[in-house]
T-cell receptor, first 113, second 113 residues
Framework: GNSVTQMEGPVTLSEEAFLTINCTYT??????LFWYVQYPGEGLQLLLK?????DKGSNKGFEATYRKETTSFHLEKGSVQVSDSAVYFC????????????FGQGTTLQVKP | DAGITQSPRYKITETGRQVTLMCHQT?????MFWYRQDLGHGLRLIYY???????DKGEVPDGYVVSRSKTENFPLTLESATRSQTSVYFC????????????FGDGTRLSIL
């Protein structure tokens, strides 16, 4: 069945370091892909999305490219800040017209000053 | 303000009691969802609804009841709470189309003693 796999965390980086959080998916067809961010004590917020192959989603310095060849949607940021410390979830749209999302397990990012 | 709101934000109750978590959205989204978030399990879908009076089970529906008499409201009821239902509960809504994201509330932290 459809699934999303994220790299395990926690990921600990120093401020201004380069960030990559890996995400791969299995799916029939080409589902829309999403990255969500969850700050402590809050709900999930949409960070970026891509709806078709080769699309690049970007927001707040974060980027991810929909790669159908490698079935991946890795999240990147060139220079992280302490305020980026959060849990990041990769997700794909489920099959059928149900509106459901399939989430990865989440990756905790901690950025140290 | 437009958005999705959950109430209460925090709730403590005892085993065997009935408790209802409320969710209200102002976008007139067709789809609404209930998730629980537990350490080590990520997000798990409890129930979802495609429209008023249409609901369906998710991954972990046992012990929960939902209703959707109005498009904007989607309450979740634990009819006889158990300690294993201690969790953080998130409500979400979406327009439902395959390229549309879900929008999340800030969650309800439920503790069952």
């Amino acid at each position: 069945g459809n699934s999303v796999t994220q790299m395990e965390g926690p990921v600990t980086l120093s401020e201004e370091a380069f960030l990559t959080i890996n995400c791969t998916y299995t799916a029939t067809g080409y589902p829309s892909l999403f990255w969500y961010v969850q700050y402590p004590g809050e709900g999930l917020q949409l960070l970026l999305k891509a709806t078709k192959a080769d699309d690049k989603g970007s927001n707040k310095g974060f980027e991810a490219t929909y790669r159908k060849e490698t079935t991946s949607f890795h999240l990147e940021k060139g220079s992280v800040q302490v305020s980026d410390s959060a849990v990041y979830f990769c997700a794909q749209h489920g099959s059928g017209n149900t509106g459901k999302l399939i989430f990865g397990q989440g990756t905790t990012l901690q950025v140290k000053p | 303000d437009a958005g999705i709101t959950q109430s209460p934000r925090y709730k403590i109750t005892e085993t065997g009691r009935q408790v209802t978590l409320m969710c209200h959205q102002t976008w007139s989204h067709s789809y609404m969802f209930w998730y629980r978030q537990d350490l080590g399990h990520g997000l798990r879908l409890i129930y979802y609804s495609a429209a008023a009076d249409i609901t369906d089970k998710g991954e972990v529906p046992d012990g929960y009841v939902v209703s959707r008499s109005k498009t904007e409201n989607f309450p979740l009821t634990l009819e006889s709470a158990t300690r294993s239902q201690t969790s953080v509960y998130f409500c979400a809504s979406s327009e439902g189309a395959s390229n549309q994201p879900q929008h999340f509330g800030d969650g309800t932290r439920l503790s069952i003693l």
